[in-house]
């Protein structure tokens, strides 16, 4: 059976690779009124002698508040790069791997921005399933939108801010925070390096015998990170995945660096998806912020 499932399933990739490439004009979807006001707060939570960190909010789409935590290390000169993170599905901005993500790269020099996912965190709404294929699939896409808008505001909020150099901003987003990413990444050009982790493309290989269907496509077109990731280059992408992962299939991972141009690198850790070496994840993702988002020098 589970030979039948691989052979199944590279049929499947191979029709894909064949059928129509040209692209989807879906890019326009997640275009924006960027000059409404962001009717944002930013407000001292604590200060230490390391750092000072800030709750913060601001108006995205669909008259949405995004809730966020900005982190200022002390010693640095401003105008800082800054890095926006995000978390994954069911977690916070507050999450374990998060704060350690965001500890580390404070210490390394980077302001860090890190928001709530819609309906997660501080914006929960509604307890409906996440799923693409059930009966809440529009409103599980609706959480990818969203939150790529909300990624796009941003920047516009980081762009307002005269501590942090709008010319300097990174990205690093796990698991589903990497699948939205990639999206945001290839719509954004404010965002000059992306790093990508614990995600893929090619979704609709979700759907089985439906994979190949127009409702399917159709429906996937918006939220389908190899729609969007050709458009990261000429900047510089790294992903990092699991050889072993349990929750994003390897093979979607290859399919989508596989897409990418170059300048691209991709790393892979021997583990499933919640045991990847989130320290090795972190300093992977520095040291490519290092490379190409700090001045000669800043760089460690």
Same mark, same amino acid.
């Given at each position: 059976?589970?030979?039948?499932?691989?052979i199944?399933?590279?049929?499947?990739?191979?029709?894909?690779?064949?059928?129509?490439?040209k692209?989807?004009?879906?890019?326009?979807f997640?275009?924006?009124?960027?000059?409404?006001?962001?009717?944002?707060?930013?407000?001292?939570?604590?200060?230490?002698?390391?750092?000072?960190l800030?709750?913060?909010?601001?108006?995205s789409?669909?008259?949405?508040?995004?809730?966020?935590?900005? !982190? #200022?290390?002390? *010693?640095? %000169?401003?105008p800082?790069? @800054?890095?926006?993170?995000?978390?994954?599905? $069911?977690?916070?901005?507050?999450?374990?791997?998060?704060?350690?993500?965001?500890?580390?790269l404070?210490?390394?020099?980077?302001?860090?921005?890190?928001?709530?996912?819609i309906?997660?965190?501080d914006?929960?709404?509604?307890?409906?399933?996440?799923?693409?294929?059930?009966?809440?699939?529009?409103?599980?896409?609706?959480?990818?939108?969203?939150?790529?808008?909300?990624?796009?505001?941003?920047?516009?909020?980081?762009s307002?801010?005269?501590?942090?150099?709008?010319?300097?901003?990174?990205?690093?987003?796990?698991?589903?925070?990497g699948?939205?990413? !990639? #999206?945001?990444? *290839?719509v %954004?050009?404010?965002v000059? @390096?992306?790093?990508?982790?614990?995600?893929g $493309?090619?979704?609709?290989?979700?759907?089985?015998k439906?994979?190949?269907?127009?409702?399917?496509?159709?429906?996937?077109?918006?939220?389908?990170?190899?729609?969007?990731?050709?458009?990261?280059?000429?900047?510089?992408?790294?992903?990092?995945?699991?050889?072993?992962?349990?929750?994003?299939?390897?093979?979607?991972?290859?399919?989508?660096?596989?897409?990418?141009?170059?300048?691209?690198?991709?790393?892979?850790?021997?583990?499933?998806?919640?045991?990847?070496?989130?320290?090795?994840?972190?300093?992977?993702?520095?040291?490519?912020?290092?490379?190409h988002?700090?001045?000669e020098?800043?760089?460690?």
């Amino acid at each position: 059976m589970q030979f039948k499932t691989i052979i199944y399933l590279f049929i499947l990739v191979f029709l894909i690779s064949c059928g129509n490439s040209k692209l989807l004009p879906v890019s326009s979807f997640y275009e924006y009124d960027k000059k409404l006001p962001l009717q944002d707060s930013v407000k001292l939570i604590k200060e230490t002698a390391d750092y000072k960190l800030f709750y913060v909010t601001f108006q995205s789409v669909q008259n949405k508040k995004v809730t966020g935590l900005l !982190t #200022i290390p002390a *010693g640095h %000169e401003n105008p800082l790069p @800054v890095i926006i993170l995000l978390h994954g599905k $069911g977690d916070r901005k507050t999450v374990d791997y998060i704060e350690y993500g965001n500890e580390l790269l404070y210490k390394n020099g980077f302001a860090v921005l890190r928001i709530d996912i819609i309906n997660h965190g501080d914006r929960i709404e509604n307890s409906y399933d996440f799923d693409f294929k059930g009966d809440t699939r529009y409103w599980t896409r609706d959480i990818l939108t969203q939150t790529v808008f909300d990624l796009r505001r941003a920047v516009d909020f980081i762009s307002s801010r005269n501590e942090l150099d709008q010319n300097r901003i990174g990205f690093l987003g796990i698991s589903l925070g990497g699948i939205t990413g !990639t #999206i945001f990444c *290839g719509v %954004e050009k404010r965002v000059q @390096v992306p790093v990508i982790v614990l995600a893929g $493309g090619q979704m609709n290989l979700m759907f089985g015998k439906q994979a190949l269907s127009a409702n399917t496509k159709n429906y996937l077109s918006i939220i389908e990170p190899i729609n969007f990731v050709e458009q990261i280059a000429p900047r510089p992408l790294l992903m990092i995945n699991a050889e072993n992962d349990d929750i994003i299939p390897p093979l979607m991972s290859k399919l989508l660096y596989k897409k990418a141009n170059k300048p691209k690198q991709i790393i892979w850790y021997t583990s499933k998806h919640h045991d990847i070496p989130i320290n090795d994840v972190y300093t992977d993702g520095i040291n490519w912020f290092n490379t190409h988002l700090k001045p000669e020098n800043e760089k460690k």
